[in-house]
């Protein structure tokens, strides 16, 4: 059996999350993708959401199958990070998902629990924020706005992103903040005051450790 030292990367994207095996001198030992679900709505183009479950669930697949192409023991693995994209994940008191889906299921408990970046329900939301002038909206690049935050055809990155109907064409939606906001005004006080809102990633280390303690970087 090797003695080497192993350490785990988890990357969540917007389509699959990805797992990488990797030594301590940078070498990828094995790599793997899984892909996870998001849910549309037929009546309002603005809506993306995802399950931390369904997440969950494709990371130990990519974390498995990676030790297993490289013949690699959960022991010789020392170390694991994650990395997700901007997206909102609300939890009850007992990490339990809670569904962000609008209508007669939100705030209950359910598999539908992240309100993915590219999700643009809460435009009100970002717009009320941003009239208040905060000095706060500094920190944040200024605004929070849903104008363009670039011009139609300012480049094939930028059309590239049209597409999915969202990117660079209203990237300040992409922050937790309105939405969150757009959450409290639309579940029943009672059901808002028991949840726990995460960064993504954040969540992932919640779940893998028991540890509900942000980094610098969603704090702030």
């Known amino acids: 059996m090797s003695q080497t030292a192993y350490y785990i990367g988890v990357d969540v994207g917007t389509g699959s999350v990805r797992a ?10 094995a790599s793997f993708t899984e892909e996870t679900i998001t849910w549309r709505d037929e009546e309002d ?26 013949n690699v023991q959960p022991s010789e693995v020392k170390g694991i990070g994650f990395d997700a994209t901007c997206s909102l994940a609300v939890a009850d008191q007992n990490g339990e998902p809670v569904v962000v889906t ?8 359910g598999d539908r629990n992240i309100i993915l ?33 670039f011009s139609p055809g300012h480049g094939t990155r930028a059309r ?17 903040i309105p ?14 005051k028991r949840c726990q809102f995460f960064d993504l990633p954040d969540f992932l280390t919640y ?3 028991g540890y509900n ?7 702030a």
Not at 45 to 60: A, L
Not at 162 to 172: C, E, L, P, V, Y
């Open 117 to 149: 970046w590219a999700d643009h329900r809460a435009e009100k939301e970002a717009e009320l924020i941003n009239s208040t002038g905060s000095v706060v909206l500094d920190y944040v690049g200024g605004t929070m706005s849903v104008r363009p935050a």
């Open 20 to 29: 990488g095996l990797v030594k301590p001198d940078g070498t990828i030992a």
């Open 45 to 70: 183009h603005r809506i993306f959401e995802q399950s931390t479950n369904n997440i969950w669930t494709g990371m130990c697949t990519a974390i498995k199958a990676c030790l297993k192409e490289a």
């Open 207 to 209: 779940r893998a450790t």
């Open 102 to 109: 609008k209508g007669s299921q939100l705030g209950q408990n």
């Open 160 to 176: 590239a992103y049209d597409g999915f109907n969202s990117g660079f064409t209203r990237a300040q939606l992409e922050m937790e």
């Open 179 to 192: 939405k969150t906001l757009w959450l409290k005004r639309n579940m029943s006080s009672e059901l808002f």
């Open 213 to 219: 303690r942000r980094p610098c970087c969603s704090v």
